[in-house]
Every structure is written in C-alpha cells, then in structure tokens.
C-alpha cells in the first residue's frame, strides 16, 4: 500500500491485527466506512492478502457485491489482479459475483489479472465461466497456456473426477473456439493437408484466424496428437 495515511479500520486491516479489526467494530466503526478512491473493508483485507481478514469482514457486513464508483472494479478484479488464486475461488464460490463484471477502463476481472499474466488466475476464472470480453492483454501466451492446461488436465483424468474434469476442460475449449476474433492472423501460415484440417473441421475449428492460431503453435504433421489432445476417436479410455 502507499504512504498515505490510512483510516483506523482501514490500517487495522492492513496490518493484519484481527483483535483491533474486531476492538473498532465493538466501538461502533462502520464497517462499510471507504478512504477517498472508493476503497472498503474488503479491498485492503484483498491488497493485504489476507483470506481470513477478508471472510471477517464480509461476515461482519461488508457487500462482496461492492464496487469502487472511482474505477467500477469489484472485489474480484483486485483477488484476480493480485494473483490471489484461493481469494478468487472464495470469492466465486461462496458469493457467486459477476465473473464478467466490466470495470471503466473496459476490463473484466480476467482481463484485470491478464495485465500481470497470472495464467492460473486466468484459468480458475474460465474454467468458472468468464469470455472473452473487453480489453485482455496477452492474449495469445494466455491462449497457448491453455491448450497446454487441457493436456495437462486429460492425462490426469481417473474416474472418481472424470465429470469435474471433463467440464473443466470443455470450458477452456469453449474458451479458445470463441476467441477467434481476438486473435492476429499469422503472416507466415504453416501448410496442413486435406486430411488433417478435415479432422479440425469436424471437431469445431472453422477456417481462418482460429485456425491459423493452433497452425503457428503446434507441429500439424502430429495428426493423432490432435486427435489425441481432443477427443477425436481417442483409443485411451482415460482420456475420453
């Protein structure tokens, strides 16, 4: 946090000192008090990085729900751009926000955490349900690092978590097949034959920036790996 001075709540919740948190709302501190950019309770538990600060002070009547008027981030924007993974969980499951909630300066909470790349922030908030909307920086790295999590989550595929599992990788899919738009076409196109773009036809991938995407970042001659990497006629039983 920076220099300035800090309201009472506020400090207390910064230094991570729950008995002062709790000796001020005895006195009959409002809870909900803000400092002048809008900041509540419940940012300086998320910019202290504190889980257990942050469940205090929303059981003690701090909105999850609360916006900055300053910037119109939520609660999740700050978690995600923090990297704060077990926040942005807690956040999603437990308070059920607005996963795509745009802020002023046209970023969702995954685009707030993509400024600082932080790849499995972005994933939990996919495999959650965020799109690709507004402005996400990166795209591209953010891309490629998926389509590397849906290998890494088939091989790890056993039948007590194959459902889980399954729609995990099904959102990240969704998430690459609809990002198309986002995406610059290549200058230099890798050549595919017949055989092997009929099989990206047939599993989703239209023709175009999208496809040329995944030509740039695998070796298309490995026709079974992609085959392999989605499903298609997949002999392992793991990974169906």
Request: hydrophobic share 35%; net charge positive.
């Amino acid at each position: 946090m920076s220099e300035e001075k800090l309201l009472p709540l506020h400090q207390a919740i910064n230094d991570g000192d729950i008995e002062k948190v709790k000796a001020l709302i005895k006195d009959g501190i409002d809870i909900n008090v803000v400092d002048k950019k809008g900041r509540n309770a419940a940012f300086y538990a998320l910019f202290s990085r504190n889980l257990k600060m942050l469940k205090f002070v929303i059981e003690q009547g701090v909105s999850p729900n609360y916006k900055k008027e300053t910037d119109g981030e939520t609660l999740l924007h700050i978690a995600a751009g923090e990297g704060k993974l077990d926040m942005v969980q807690y956040l999603l499951e437990k308070h059920h926000l607005d996963i795509n909630a745009l802020s002023k300066n046209n970023k969702t909470p995954l685009g707030t955490c993509m400024v600082w790349t932080q790849m499995e922030v972005a994933c939990c908030l996919i495999e959650n349900g965020a799109r690709n909307v507004g402005k996400i920086y990166h795209i591209e790295a953010l891309l490629k690092y998926i389509f590397e999590k849906i290998q890494n989550l088939k091989s790890e595929i056993k039948p007590y978590n194959k459902d889980v599992y399954t729609k995990r990788i099904e959102r990240l899919e969704n998430f690459i097949k609809n990002s198309s738009e986002k995406i610059e076409q290549p200058k230099n196109h890798l050549k595919i034959n017949s055989e092997l773009e009929k099989v990206l036809l047939e599993i989703g991938f239209p023709k175009g920036k999208e496809l040329a995407f995944y030509k740039k970042n695998l070796d298309w001659n490995k026709k079974e790996e992609i085959i392999r990497l989605f499903n298609i006629n997949a002999k392992d039983p793991q990974i169906r």
